[in-house]
């Protein structure tokens, strides 16, 4: 869950906006019992956004995100997922559905290892 203030413009003037955004996400692994190396897992999450009105997002206060797709474990800390988000915005005049691909790739700890492995070469070279 995240609590969001928006600074938003249109043409006619700037807005803040609050707004309230709750997920549940589901993984479930495909070729394992548990989410480790070399792992294929599903994934589905619902998001629905609670906003305050303006003229720039609609007067309504409800927008849905519906994402689904498939992600791969290389190890603890690399993995990487393409999924499919349908949104729903109900907006004043009309509402409007956007469909969005994506491709995440995640480095888990990426500061932590790469100082490991600078600091493991530094060691090596200092004892030859």
């Known amino acids: ?3 969001e203030l928006r600074h938003m413009r249109n043409e006619e003037k700037d807005y803040d906006n609050v707004r309230y955004r709750q997920q549940i996400n ?6 394992s019992k548990v989410l480790r190396e070399s792992v294929v897992y599903a994934i589905a999450s619902d998001e629905l956004s609670f906003k305050s009105g303006t003229k720039v997002t ?3 206060f409800f927008d849905n ?21 349908n949104q729903y915005l ?13 491709l995440t790739v995640t480095f888990n700890n ?19």
């Open 110 to 128: 990426l500061f932590k290892n790469l100082n490991k492995k600078l600091h493991h070469k530094n060691e090596a070279s200092s004892e030859d």
């Open 26 to 31: 589901y993984i479930q692994p495909i070729n």
């Open 1 to 3: 869950m995240r609590m």
């Open 65 to 85: 995100r519906l994402n689904l797709g498939a992600g791969y474990l290389f190890n603890d800390d690399i993995h990487v997922e393409v999924t499919y988000a």
């Open 90 to 102: 109900l907006r004043d005049e009309e509402n409007q559905i956007v469909n969005v691909a994506s």
């Open 58 to 60: 609609g007067l309504s």
